[in-house]
Structures are given as C-alpha cells and as structure tokens.
C-alpha cells in the first residue's frame, strides 16, 4: 500500500528534470524516505509558521514520503499530496492529536457526521444565515410525502438544494415531462416514477439529515412556463441562499449518484499496518477532487457554488463540508474549537481557505466586503466581478442561448453591493465613485470605455513573433473546457469565435475565454462622445447615462434584467489613423499591441483591412497619463489614513506609460453596423508626449458608430 501511494508519476517527473539538469543517467538517484513532522502538508494548512506551530503545539501526527533529491521537489510534493493524499504514521499506544487526525472512512455516507458539522454551522450566526428566498411560484419536493408531491414554498419550510450535472441523458434541456401538463393549481404534483439515481439519492440525503423539502431545478421549475422560467432563472443564486444545506453531486450526469448512498460506491482508503505502526491514506485533497470534477465545468453550477451557505460535496473518495466559516473534510477529524477563533465565527489564519468562501485569500470572499463603502473596496468589488467573469467565461453551457441567464444570479450580486455595479449585456460598470459635482456623466463614460476594453484570453500578435496559439476545444459548447495550449504555431488561427444573439461588444457574444483584468479604471480618460444611446431587442434606444447612473440607491429586479438584454451601442468616437498606425509598426518598435478575438492573425492582413475601410480603430479612451481628477478624488475620500489609502489604491494600479486604448471593429458600411473584432493599444508617451498624441494619432473628428 505504501508503495502505491508513493508511486510514481511525480517521482517521475523529478527523474526527468533530474535527468535533465545533470545530463546523467538516473542509476545514481539518491531516493530516500522522508519523515514529515506534524503533517505540514495538510491541504488545509498555510505553511507559514504560525501553522507549524500550532501542528507541533498539538502533537498532530507525522507522515512519510519517498522524497528524490533532485531541485525543485518541495513544489512536486504539494501538488502530488493534492492529487494522491498523504499517508500517515499512527504508532500504537500513542495518544491521540488534539488537532488533526486521519480517520478511517466508511463504505457507506455517514450521516452522523454531517449532522455534527451542521451543528458548529448554525453557531456561525453572523456568516452562515440562509435568508429565505423570495421568489415568486418557488415550489419545492417534500421528500416526506408518499409520492414525492412538489408544493409551494412557504415562509418557514427549512429546504435542501441540489447541484449536478444534467448530462446527456436529460438532454439539452429540462423534462417536458417532469411537470405534468396542463395542470392547475389544485392539482397535485409529484415526481415522475423514474427518476434518475443522483435525484434519488440526493432525496435519501435530504431526509437523513432530517430535512423535509429538496430543491431540484427540473422539477421545482415548470419548464413549460417560459416566464416563470426566465423569472426563476435569474434568481438561482437567492434560491441556493436560501437552502440550509447545498448537496453538490460531482458525477458526469444526473444517473452517476451520490457515492456512498446507494449503488454508486466510494473509492476505497488505503490502511495498513507494520508492527506497531499503522498507516493511513488521507485521501486526495477535496478542492481537488472538485476542480477535476465534470460539476466544476458547467456553466449554471458556477453561480450555486458561489452563493450557497452551506455546502456538501460527494466525490468519489469522500464528503467535504463547506460553510462561510469552515471548511471540514470526511478523512480529517479535527478540533473545530481549537481552529477556529474565539468568538468561532471564523477558522484562524494558519487555516487554509476553503474552495469557496471562508478566508480572505480567495476571489469568492467578495461575501464579506459587499456592503463596505470605502472606495477601495468598490473597485475590489469591481475587479472581483471581472475575475468571475473570466473564470465563468472557461465554462461550458449546454444550451448556448443560457449565457447571460446562467450568470444573472451573479449580475445581481453585483448590483446590490456598494458598488452598484450595472451589468450591461455583462459588461460590469459600476455606479460614479468619485462623485465629483461636475464630472458624473464623465466619470460614467471613463467606466463604459474601461468596461468595453475586454480581451480574450489569447496572446496578442506583432510582427516579430509569431503567436502562441490558445484555442477552446469546442466552441460549440460541447465535450471538454479545457484549454490547449499549442507550441508556436504561426499559421493556424487561434480565434475565439462569435456567440449569435449577443452583442460582440460583450463577453457574452462570444466562447472562449475572457482574460483577468489587473488594471485599475480609474486611470482611463473616455474618449467617447458625451451621448452614448443603448439599444434593445425591442427597438428601444435609452441614454447610457439616464439608464445606468441613475441615481436610484438600488437597482431593481427589471431593471438588472432589462440592462443585462441591451444589444446595441451607439456613440461617436475618434478613429485612429491606419497610415500612423503603419509607421510605427514598420520601425519595428513594440509600441503597439493588438488583440484580436477574430479575423486577421497578422499585422499584414490587419493593416490591408484597415486601409480598406473594412476595420476601424475606435478610440475608446487612453489610461496611464494624464490621470483623471476622478482617481484623486477615489483616493482623497477614503477615510484610512495616508499610507494605507494609498497602498490599497496603487496595489491595483498598473504602472505603465501611456495607452491609447482601441476597439478594433468591422464594419458593414450597407447596414451601417459594426462588431468587435478585438483590441488594440498604442503606448505614445515616449513617442509624442501628452495631448499633442491623440492629436497626431486621431483622423479628423468623431464618427458615428452603431456596435453590435
Ligand atoms: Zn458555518
């Protein structure tokens, strides 16, 4: 068993580099065992000293690893232990860790642990608070009642949710027939006799930890009523907020099961023993089980994970437990008291956070710093909602037209917190900041412009290099999510590809993945005509300003929903001359960067459709210099003191010289129509200097654009 679980591929991989450093064969290799005190490695650890410390205050046990002597072997292990688990030593006779201990896990789920788990929950009282939904037509199953009848939820009813995968054989969408049709009201609805096996045994879970009500969306929404549909959809995030307890199935498809519950078995534990000794496998590490899961590649399951209080997974090996406050997996017996902090509303520093939310490290703690009105804390909210959008955007949808309503609960978030931030087609523009008594429709066309200036996750292109090439596997929203990352390939395209019936100024429009923004908005100066028009599917043309900066002190629920429908852009902005544009790249300098999603791959074919009128470069604004008065007047507002503001502040500031920033758009001149094709950026401070750039680099005055 040792040998198994100290086998192989990573040990490998050291032989290789190994091999490589020393240009040697791997005969000599100085392999030997390592005894690791205190379980260092523990996935729930930070290994900083205060972790260490309070592992070796407790006596927690130690582990062994076949450890090769070759550089770089501290790194290997970590992400071996995530993969494999550790195996730890248990000598007879001694005394139990006060802190962690490996336990034995059963065949079987055990409910009894969950129970307790939920116990310390409910002491969390300021973090871990379902609020009750309210959602209008929400019914749930009562898991109690003989045939599984699904009633309307009332104030009061304690539900459990249910995350999984569809799969294949629910088909692209939800049952017709899940909801008997032509029902009414009075009559009763039930489950169908056959369900599949994840259904079942997430309602044998439900009743185990004594709760009554399951919430499924197949059933619980009736796929028949379009509105009531749409209505509920946008409201996922509030009704998995609402649950006491999230059951998270990781399966491939909704006929996997719950490992452990009824047919579906668990991947055994490895134990044995040696003399006095017994060894133990902790089993792989939980978030990584998680993240290899087919769950952590859809993208509806996204938004249930994020808003959930109470989370439960089932991976093949174990359960892991999840809260706002605590992070708990099957195979490790801890000490919640001696881990959390005193008032226990939280695990302490040394304590890694978990997948979702608890600790500061991670981009989900956005829970706790929503209603937080420091400036800085707005543009942290801004930039964590542009990380949501890039980790969403590598997910897949089976029903492709989903894009915005699978990231609506999301949207919503993000409208309520201090920020208010305003979800155009996706696009996250948040409320004037700065509030200057002159400059909020300024300050709100700065955001537009930052907003608009997206990338794909692609590297850009010039003409010295040719591109690494980064595709999506399926575009069509099939199969795997994963990336692949091809060597230097010059000659095949590596486009992202359009989404029909989205705007191509939005994420939204398109597959492939959107890029983590690290630049901070308020350094942008718009360069669009002062009147921006939205356009709607319904022909509806609204002021930009009017529709998002308001004034209103929240958003309400139409209007998070109409901003997320807007399909057209209208506005008069500065077009870069393509001839300028043809100098500076024939110098051979990198003062230009282009990024583009789809269409030309090289310099030369961009230029040809540049000069032909096909593309245009639309200016949207520059950053870098000159700074606005809006990014003084974020930083002087903060009440903290000097330093701190001013460390925060510039922590997001990207320290760069000055960019002109362009859509680069085609245009179809019978329609009069454009769409975004991608990104371009000129750094001009070293070339010109100041204003007198934009001036040089501009031709002629604003033109109308109609973007879609
Ligand atoms: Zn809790």
Redesign the pocket.
């Known amino acids: 068993m040792l040998c198994r679980q100290l086998h192989a591929p990573w040990i490998e991989k050291f032989l290789e580099r190994r091999r490589w450093i020393e240009r040697k064969v791997i005969e000599d290799i100085g392999d030997r065992i390592h005894v690791f005190p205190n379980l260092r490695h523990l996935h729930h650890i930070s290994d900083f000293q205060a972790g260490r410390n309070v592992l070796r205050a407790h006596e927690a046990p130690y582990h062994i690893a076949v450890v090769p002597i070759a550089p770089g072997w501290r790194e290997g292990l970590k992400e071996h232990i995530a993969a494999r688990g550790l195996v730890v030593v248990l000598p007879d006779g001694r005394q139990e860790s006060h802190i962690f201990q490996p336990q034995p896990i059963p065949e079987k789920f055990n409910r009894k642990q969950v129970l307790s788990w939920l116990k310390t929950?409910k002491r969390?009282r300021s973090?871990?608070n379902p609020k009750a939904p309210d959602v209008k037509g929400m019914r749930l199953i009562d898991c109690k009642s003989e045939h599984l009848t699904i009633r309307d939820y009332e104030p009061g009813n304690n539900y459990v949710a249910l995350s999984y995968v569809w799969g294949q054989s629910g088909s692209a969408g939800p049952t017709k027939a899940a909801v008997p049709r032509g029902t009414t009201k009075r009559t009763v609805l039930k489950l169908p006799e056959d369900i599949p096996l994840t259904i079942r045994d997430a309602i044998e879970v439900t009743k185990a930890l004594r709760y009554r009500y399951l919430w499924i969306d197949k059933y619980c929404i009736d796929q028949d009523n379009q509105e009531e549909q749409r209505a509920q959809f946008s409201r996922m995030g509030d009704i998995y907020a609402g649950s006491q307890l999230a059951i998270f199935a990781l399966g491939d498809d909704s006929n996997a099961g719950l490992p452990g519950v009824s047919s579906t078995p668990r991947l055994g534990q490895e134990e044995s023993r040696s003399g006095p000794f017994r060894f133990i496998s902790t089993m792989p590490d939980p978030h990584e089980s998680i993240k290899r899961a087919k769950w952590s590649t859809r993208a509806w399951t996204y938004q249930e994970g994020l808003f959930s209080t109470?989370r439960l997974f089932f991976t093949n090996h174990q359960i892991y437990f999840e809260?706002?406050?605590?992070n708990e997996a099957e195979s490790f017996k801890s000490n919640l008291d001696i881990i959390h902090i005193r008032n226990g509303q939280r695990f302490r520093a040394y304590h890694r956070a978990g997948q979702f939310v608890c600790g500061n490290s991670t981009p989900y703690s956005h829970l706790d710093v929503r209603h937080n009105k420091a400036n800085h804390r707005k543009i942290d909210m801004v930039r964590r909602c542009q990380h949501q959008i890039a980790q969403y955007t590598r997910r897949e949808l089976t029903n492709k037209d989903d894009m915005l309503n699978a990231f609506a609960a999301i949207a919503r978030f993000y409208a309520k917190t201090a920020a208010m931030i305003a979800s155009l087609a996706g696009i996250p523009i948040p409320f004037p900041i700065a509030n200057l008594p002159s400059g909020n429709r300024q300050e709100g066309l700065d955001h537009l412009s930052y907003a608009l200036a997206w990338l794909h996750e692609a590297d850009n292109f010039d003409h010295q290099f040719p591109r690494r090439i980064i595709q999506q596997t399926s575009p069509s929203g099939n199969g795997s999510a994963e990336w692949k990352q091809l060597p230097w390939t010059p000659d095949i395209n590596p486009k992202a590809q359009r989404r029909r019936g989205f705007p191509s100024w939005s994420w939204a429009g398109w597959f492939g993945q959107v890029r983590s923004r690290d630049d901070l908005p308020y350094c942008w100066t718009s360069l669009l005509s002062s009147s921006v028009q939205i356009g709607f599917p319904n022909g509806d043309l609204k002021d930009y300003y009017e529709l998002v900066h308001q004034g209103v002190s929240r958003y309400k629920q139409y209007r998070i929903r109409e901003l997320l429908t807007a399909d057209t852009l209208h506005f008069d902005a500065f077009v870069l001359s393509p001839r300028k544009l043809r100098v500076v790249i024939s110098r051979r300098s990198h003062d230009v960067d282009a990024w583009i999603s789809m269409g030309p791959s090289s310099w030369d074919e961009l230029h040809a459709r540049l000069e032909s009128g096909e593309y245009q470069c639309v200016v949207l604004g520059t950053y870098g210099e000159p700074r606005r008065d809006v990014y003084r007047a974020i930083q002087a507002a903060d009440k903290k003191s000097k330093t701190a503001k001013k460390r925060r502040i510039d922590l997001f500031e990207r320290r760069e010289s000055a960019v002109i920033v362009c859509l680069v758009v085609r245009t179809d001149h019978v329609r009069g129509v454009s769409f975004r094709r991608g990104l371009l950026k000129v750094r001009y401070y070293y070339e010109v200097g100041g204003e007198n750039a934009l001036r040089d680099w501009n031709t002629g005055p604003r033109r109308s654009f109609v973007l879609r």
Do not use: E, S
């Open positions: 929950c969390h973090r871990c109470r809260c706002n406050a605590m």
